[in-house]
């Protein structure tokens, strides 16, 4: 049997070798869909450093070229706005990678009223 490399995920591997596209996946597969702005504020947040928009513009294109994010325009006369979600394939690969781990929501247990 001869072996080759899945070319899909060594692109999304790829896609992935950067500490600011892991931030983004992660606030994404969290929180998806977000909006262009939503996530430069968020990383900005969170690294406490102004991210330009060509920077960001960067980093979300790589990570769609790697069938991580899929991007959604929406146009209005005056502007258009870009919103990003995770793909299916995507999440159902880094699970499996143990890139991202299923974690279920505890729910909080309320004192009962005796």
Not at 23 to 46: C, D, K
Not at 83 to 100: F, N, P, Q, R
Not at 102 to 107: A, L, N
Request: aromatic residues 4%; positive net charge.
């Amino acid at each position: 049997m001869t072996l080759k490399p899945d070319i899909k995920v060594m692109r999304m591997i790829k896609a992935l070798d950067s500490s600011t596209r892991m931030q983004i996946v992660n606030l994404i597969v969290n929180t998806s869909p977000v909006s262009f702005t939503g996530i430069r504020e968020h990383m900005e947040a969170v690294t406490g450093k102004t991210i330009s928009k060509g920077t960001l513009a960067y980093h979300l294109d790589i990570l769609v070229q790697g069938n991580i994010l899929k991007r959604e325009l929406s146009r209005n006369p005056d502007r258009t706005y870009s919103t990003y979600d995770t793909t299916e394939e995507a999440k159902k690969t880094l699970i499996a990678l143990g890139i991202l781990i299923e974690q279920e929501k505890k729910e909080q247990a309320t004192p009962s009223d005796n």
